[in-house]
């Protein structure tokens, strides 16, 4: 055998062994809730289709329009095809929403996180991230080739240390972490963050993927904790429905991003269809903020029933330990007509895998109680004792 498939082979052995191997599962969206997998209908809990938008006729018409006028493709980087007029429509609605004076949008999420973060920090710079955030914005802090320190959890006070002990040794500080964190649900205490930051004169950044359209009336985590946050970055391919990232931020370090992010430079510009797409879905969040607080309010009720603790945000982590457990749980709801992911390391971290839960707009409160039930009489009880104490 070649040495490369040997290789290959070998490391998905290893993964086999530790039931970390992932597997790529035919399923096909049929409605916002509705999956069909293996000819079986199962209603999802495991979609960041928070709003249900990814199937809400007024997005779907706005991109299929865009896609009859302008062509799927953007063609090639926004600096060299042109800039399409649709995505200043939708930097400036995103402004709007985040009452920052600007915007831009990227490919994705990812590529925001990995464009942004090495286009303001470089070598001789420190970044302090939670433990906990995203694995783009670690991708993001790695290529800025800065000394990367991470804080424990939510913790400002070990922050506050670490930027005391380090911050003088280096240039430019960055303080990065999620809004609402994508395995947990939490909200990050931004407000004591901004307090400490403007302390050690450190810029701070979060990654709100899961907070836009969701929480603090849609606008996001930091409208929940009512501060400001310099650098807002996000997406529009959970609560809005579409595929693409952004941020937010003062005119001035927009203009930078614009000039500097190598994945706005050398990276094809967003498909017109879908900022249409965005476009349309902010409409219904600005809107609608009746409709954006049903996510929040059906999460709320399932812990309620499950015995859970009261969640922040849509997001409903179900620990359950050891990865075999949580395959287990998987299954177990499957059976019941639930699809609901069992997430394992790496994506959080050895001992704590669990059953993520997000809720949507759409889902049956019948059902929400159903599935919470379930949790309740038979998921909760594969978990050792120390686990569950742990929610
Ligand atoms: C999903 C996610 C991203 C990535 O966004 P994409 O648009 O899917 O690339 C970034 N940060 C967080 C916290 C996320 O959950």
């Not at 219904?284 to 309620?304: C, G, R, T």
Request: hydrophobic letters at 45%; one cysteine or more.
């Amino acid at each position: 055998m070649h040495s490369l498939d040997e290789f290959a082979t070998a490391k998905l052995d290893e993964l086999e062994r530790s039931s970390l191997r992932r597997r790529l599962v035919d399923t096909t969206r049929v409605t916002g809730i509705w999956v069909l997998r293996e000819g079986r209908r199962l209603l999802s809990f495991c979609c960041n289709d928070y709003l249900n938008l990814t199937h809400h006729p007024a997005v779907k018409e706005a991109a299929i329009e865009a896609l009859r006028r302008y062509g799927v493709g953007a063609g090639a980087s926004r600096f060299v095809s042109g800039n399409h007029p649709l995505l200043s429509e939708l930097e400036a609605r995103l402004a709007r929403l985040k009452e920052t004076e600007a915007a831009c949008v990227f490919g994705s999420g990812y590529l925001a996180n990995v464009g942004i973060i090495p286009a303001l920090i470089g070598p001789g710079d420190l970044i302090l991230i939670d433990e906990l955030a995203h694995a783009c914005l670690w991708a993001g802090a790695r290529l800025a080739r800065a000394a990367v320190m991470p804080f424990r959890h939510g913790d400002v006070r070990h922050l506050d240390a670490l930027l005391t002990d380090l911050r003088q040794r280096h240039g430019r500080a960055l303080i990065a972490t999620d809004g609402v964190f994508s395995m947990d649900g939490d909200i990050a205490p931004l407000r004591a963050l901004g307090a400490i930051a403007q302390r050690h004169d450190a810029w701070l950044m979060s990654d709100d993927a899961h907070g836009l359209g969701v929480v603090g009336g849609g606008r996001g985590s930091n409208f929940v904790e009512q501060t400001k946050v310099p650098l807002q970055m996000g997406t529009l391919s959970k609560a809005l429905g579409a595929y693409g990232g952004y941020l937010c931020a003062s005119a001035a370090v927009v203009e930078l991003i614009r000039n500097r992010a190598r994945t706005v430079i050398y990276s094809t510009g967003l498909p017109p269809a879908m900022a249409a797409a965005a476009v349309a879905a902010l409409e219904v969040i600005e809107s609608e903020p009746d409709y954006a607080a049903l996510p929040l309010a059906k999460a709320k009720a399932f812990a309620s029933i499950a015995g859970l603790p009261e969640p922040a945000s849509p997001i409903v982590p179900v620990l359950l330990g050891e990865p075999e457990a949580a395959l287990k749980a998987s299954t177990l709801l499957q059976e019941e007509g639930f699809l609901v992911v069992a997430i394992r390391p790496p994506t959080v971290p050895m001992g704590t895998a669990r059953l993520r839960l997000t809720f949507t707009a759409q889902h049956p409160n019948r059902e929400v109680e159903r599935l919470a039930e379930l949790v309740r009489k038979r998921i909760l009880a594969l978990a050792p004792a120390n686990t569950t104490e742990a929610q």
